[in-house]
């Protein structure tokens, strides 16, 4: 089915946008009102550039070289040459679908007009995204200060230079243009600097770690759900008004999301939980999964106004026309978001350890040890622990800020940096093992929901939609047998869709 067009305004784009491109292939294609700002800056950079005054990076040179003239007649190579000079990115490379949203994040920024980009350059960029031609960038480059090196090679194949993904092929940049029928850009002043100047690598990679984060997320709200019923949790905390007494952001939200996984559960029942007060992992589930929803939609806030941002250096103003030196392309705000958002996912990670070795314990629990009817001859889930935390300590490593790890660099002209890339690297690595973790939780409380041998129609319509899911990938567990294909296979099913996950980031 082909996706609806994404008409970009220079305004209102968000995450989701940002996803339909780089994993459903939207095509994307530039609103008129925003083709004219396109223009009228454009035409602004061609009368100012030939003008008296000094312009950073089109009458005058980048970097440490700042303030030296550039010959009219070098204009365009030199722009040229500013892309091949910053393509110094090494490691593995990106997905295919960051790359896609990395070019749509630069064209979203352009967009908005304050780049003095050529509209045939910008062209060019929609065209290359349209066509499917994805180049090859190397993931370690950037220090969150414009995403130079990472840009640098992201738009090598628009020129004709570097490698390019064509149609699963590998490809000399020019050749793959050849393949996709389209021709290579050619820049004018300032085009180079505009297509490099900026963080829509690292906005880009966000979009999908703040879209990956919510989903891995509400993975765990499920899982916690599912645990309440084979704990047999007190439901009292999901109480509307226990969380209108403290109203903490996001508390609410996870409360009535847990609520409604939980509706018609037998649990709901007078007498039905087991103890007046659970463990915490249990009870203050709605606290901490509310603090880490908190954390991104403060992240998909950052990242959204990056996306509607002209965060160039210089930027091109039409009342009057100048063009401005500036530090909007420091992305201080982002990088600390996500940092904050990477200590909250290890948070939540933490109660859902916490809550998988609670039904493992017949103290805490009721059921026995293990989780396994086999007695002491066989262990049952005892080894998934260790699992859980190698899982959780990748987590809390990954959760350790990286925004103060910056080295002065350009002659120490460059003396502060926001580190935002790794930032936000980390946080969509994390989504993946939170992913993981989910699974595992998922088979111990299925586990424990069997062992109690609830009648059909006991588990909320939540509930039992993922117990469903599980057994439809796992049986129940009876004598011992390699766990780790079943936490892997569950992990896939997460992934694939088949929780009763819902969007947290839309409520």
């Known amino acids: 089915m082909t996706m609806p067009t994404i008409i970009l305004t220079g305004a209102g784009v968000a995450i989701g946008d940002v996803v339909r491109v780089a994993r459903s292939a939207a095509p994307v294609a530039l609103a008129p009102a925003a083709r004219a700002r396109v223009t009228a800056a454009r035409a602004i950079v061609d009368r100012l550039a030939h003008s008296d005054n000094t312009i950073y990076g089109v009458n005058s040179a980048l970097g440490a070289n700042t303030g030296e003239p550039i010959s009219p007649d070098d204009f365009a190579a030199y722009q040229e040459r500013a892309v091949q000079a910053r393509a110094v990115s090494v490691g593995p490379r990106f997905a295919t679908d960051v790359v896609r949203a990395m ?66 092929e590998m490809l000399p940049g020019e050749a793959a243009l050849q393949r996709a029928g389209l021709q290579p850009a050619r820049l004018s002043a300032k085009d180079g600097v505009a297509l490099i100047s900026s963080n829509a690598a690292t906005v880009g ?138 200590l909250a996912l290890a948070q939540s990670a933490m109660l859902s350890v916490q809550r998988c070795q609670k039904l493992l314990s017949p103290a805490l629990s009721g059921l026995p040890l293990q989780l396994t009817l086999r007695g002491p001859e066989h262990s049952g889930f005892a080894a998934t622990q260790k699992t859980l935390v190698a899982l959780y300590g990748t987590i809390r490593h990954l959760a350790n800020p990286a925004s103060l790890d910056a080295v002065p660099v350009a002659e120490m002209v460059e003396d502060h940096a926001t580190m935002a890339s790794l930032t936000v690297a980390k946080a969509g690595t994390m989504a993946l093992h939170l992913r993981m973790l989910a699974a595992v939780e998922l088979l111990a409380a299925a586990q424990a929901v069997d062992l109690r041998g609830l009648p059909d129609g006991a588990l909320g319509c939540g509930t039992g939609h993922a117990h469903a899911a599980v057994r439809a990938r796992v049986p129940m567990l009876d004598g011992d047998r390699p766990q780790g294909p079943d936490i892997e296979n569950v992990c896939a099913m997460v992934a694939a869709g088949g929780l009763p996950v819902t969007d947290l980031l839309a409520q």
């Open 205 to 342: 990679q966000a979009a999908l770690a703040v879209r990956d984060c919510a989903d891995a997320l509400d993975a765990l709200n499920v899982a916690a759900a599912l645990s309440f019923e084979g704990f047999r949790a007190n439901l009292s905390p999901l109480d509307p008004r226990v969380n209108a007494a403290h109203p903490a952001p996001g508390q609410a939200t996870v409360a009535a999301r847990m609520t409604t996984l939980l509706a018609g559960s037998s649990l709901w029942q007078a007498g039905a939980a087991r103890r007046v007060q659970d463990p915490l992992s249990l009870r203050c589930v709605a606290q901490v999964h509310g603090t880490t929803l908190a954390a991104l939609r403060t992240a998909r806030d950052y990242v959204e106004l990056e996306l509607n941002s002209a965060a160039d250096s210089p930027l091109v103003v039409v009342d009057p026309e100048e063009m401005l030196s500036n530090g909007n392309f420091h992305i201080a705000g982002l990088s600390l978001a996500f940092d904050a958002l990477g």
């Open 103 to 168: 070019l749509f994040a630069r064209a979203s920024g352009m967009a908005v007009g304050g780049s003095g980009v050529s509209p045939a350059v910008l062209d060019a960029i929609l065209a290359l995204l349209n066509a499917g031609v994805h180049p090859a960038v190397p993931g370690l480059g950037s220090i969150g200060v414009a995403d130079l090196a990472p840009l640098s090679h992201l738009f090598l194949p628009l020129l004709g230079q570097g490698i390019a993904e064509y149609r699963g």
